[in-house]
C-alpha cells in the first residue's frame, strides 16, 4: 500500500467508503456483515487503515457495523475512523451536534474518532453553522479534549463557497471534495485542489470513479479509445483511479467498496498509484472519453427552470430531463433511479398542458419528453 505523510501518521493512500456496503434482501439497514468483516480484514491486512462512514449511511448501520467488527476483532487501533455531522437538519429544533456526537461515538463503540467532518457543506449550512452554532470553537474545543483527533468538512457547492470555508474554519485539518476526470471543473474542482495545497490542507477524495459510472461495463467505444493508445489491458476504474492518485496534495481516495472484487481490484490498483503517474496515452484516452460522452444523446434542456413554476402539477422537469440525461451518457439508468424516484415520484401526474412547452426557450415538447424519461428510469 502506499501512504500519505500526514502530521507524522501514516494514511493509506486508498480509503475504504463505508457507504456501498452490501447487504441483505436489498435492505439498506441489513448490513451483511459477515461479507464486510471478510472485507475489512482483507482491507487491514492490505495495509488500508482509512475507513469513511457517517452518520447516515446506511439509516446508521454503517457505523454501527464497522462499530462492531472493530470491537469484536481488536481492530480499533488500525483503523482510522473517519465520520461525519449530519449537517442537512441545522434548521430543525431538536438539531443537537453533541447529542449526535455522543450516539456516533457509541455506534463505533469507541472514545474517541480520528477524523470527523462536517458532512456535504454548502456556503449557506457553513455561515448558519458557524454564526448560529459557533462551529469552529464547538469542534476546535473536541480537538482540544481528544474527543476528535482531527477536523475538517466535506464539500458540494461552489470554489467560491470552498474558499470562504477554507478560511474562516480555523483548524481546519484537512477537507474532502468530490472529483474525477470528469467532474474536475465543477465544484470545489482543480481550482479547490490547489486552493487547498496553496492553504496546506491536504484532500480527501471522494467519487473518484462517480459512483460507478466511469466503469462504464457498456461501452466498446472506450475499450477501441484505450486499444488505439496501447492501453487495452487498463481497466476502466484503473484509469479512473490513477487519474486522481496522480495529483499532489492528496491524503487519501476514497472508494465505495460493495464487494470483495472491488476492494482487491482496488487495493491492486492503488498499490502501483503514484503520484505523478499520468502520462500522454492516459490524458489522451481521458481526453477522448470525455468527447464522446459529450456526443451522446441527450434532451437539449438548460436548466433555465422557465418551466417550473407554471406546471400545476409541481413536476421537477429540468431535474426528470438532468437524471435522463446522465443516465444516457453513461448508459447506467440504475445510477440515476435512486434520486429520480425520490424527486420525480409525481412525473406521471402530468396533465399535458403544454404550459411548460410554451415558455421553453428550447422549444420542447415537454410531455412527450416526460414520458420518454418515464420509460427510461421509471
Ligand atoms: S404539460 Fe405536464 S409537465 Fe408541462 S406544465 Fe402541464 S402538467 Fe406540468
Ligand atoms: S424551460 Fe426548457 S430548457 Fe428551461 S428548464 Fe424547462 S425544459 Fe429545460
Not at 201 to 224: A, H, N, Q
Not at 303 to 329: H, M, T
Not at 357 to 366: E, G, K, R
Amino acid at each position: 500500500m502506499q501512504y500519505s505523510d500526514y502530521q507524522g501518521e501514516k494514511i493509506s493512500r486508498l480509503g475504504f467508503g463505508l457507504m456501498r456496503l452490501p447487504v441483505i434482501d436489498d435492505d439498506q439497514s441489513k448490513i451483511d456483515i459477515e461479507k464486510v468483516r471478510e472485507m475489512v480484514h482483507y482491507a487491514v491486512d492490505n495495509g488500508v487503515n482509512y475507513f469513511d462512514t457517517a452518520y447516515v449511511y446506511h439509516n446508521g448501520f454503517s457505523e454501527k457495523a464497522i462499530g462492531q467488527i472493530m470491537k469484536e476483532d481488536g481492530l480499533r487501533d488500525k483503523i482510522n475512523i473517519a465520520t461525519k455531522m449530519f449537517t442537512f437538519g441545522i434548521n430543525e429544533p431538536g438539531f443537537d451536534p453533541r447529542k449526535m456526537l455522543d450516539e456516533q461515538l457509541e455506534r463505533l463503540q469507541t472514545d474517541h474518532i480520528d477524523f470527523y467532518l462536517l458532512h456535504g457543506l454548502q456556503g449557506k449550512m457553513w455561515a448558519t453553522l458557524r454564526d448560529k452554532l459557533n462551529i469552529v470553537k464547538y469542534m476546535n474545543d473536541l480537538k482540544e479534549q481528544g474527543v476528535l483527533r482531527h477536523i475538517g468538512f466535506s464539500f458540494h457547492d461552489e470554489f467560491d463557497s470552498f474558499k470562504m470555508i477554507l478560511d474562516e474554519f480555523d483548524g481546519c485539518d484537512f477537507a474532502q471534495i468530490q472529483y474525477n476526470y470528469v467532474d474536475h471543473e465543477i465544484q470545489a474542482g482543480d481550482k479547490g485542489i490547489a486552493y487547498a495545497k496553496e492553504k496546506g490542507v491536504p484532500l480527501v477524495i471522494m467519487e473518484p470513479i462517480k459512483g460507478g459510472s466511469l466503469i462504464f461495463p457498456d461501452y466498446p467505444e472506450i475499450d477501441e479509445i484505450k486499444a488505439k493508445y496501447g492501453l487495452g489491458q487498463l481497466s476502466n476504474a484503473e484509469l479512473a483511479l490513477d487519474y486522481v492518485f496522480d495529483k499532489e496534495g492528496i491524503l487519501t481516495v476514497l472508494s465505495g467498496m460493495g464487494n470483495m472484487d472491488m476492494l482487491t481490484e482496488n487495493v491492486a490498483i492503488a498499490d502501483r498509484s503514484s503520484i505523478g503517474m499520468m502520462d500522454e496515452k492516459r490524458a489522451k484516452v481521458i481526453e477522448e472519453i470525455i468527447k464522446l460522452l459529450e456526443n451522446t444523446e441527450h434532451i437539449d434542456c438548460t436548466g433555465c427552470r422557465y418551466c417550473v413554476d407554471g406546471c400545476p402539477q409541481n413536476i421537477a422537469i429540468p431535474s426528470a430531463f438532468r437524471f435522463y440525461n446522465e443516465g444516457k451518457k453513461y448508459r447506467n439508468p440504475d445510477s440515476q433511479k435512486r434520486m429520480y424516484n425520490r424527486t420525480c415520484a409525481n412525473i406521471a401526474d402530468c396533465v399535458e398542458c403544454g404550459a411548460c412547452s410554451n415558455i421553453c426557450p428550447q422549444h420542447l415538447d415537454i410531455p412527450e419528453l416526460l414520458k420518454e424519461v418515464r420509460a427510461y428510469l421509471g
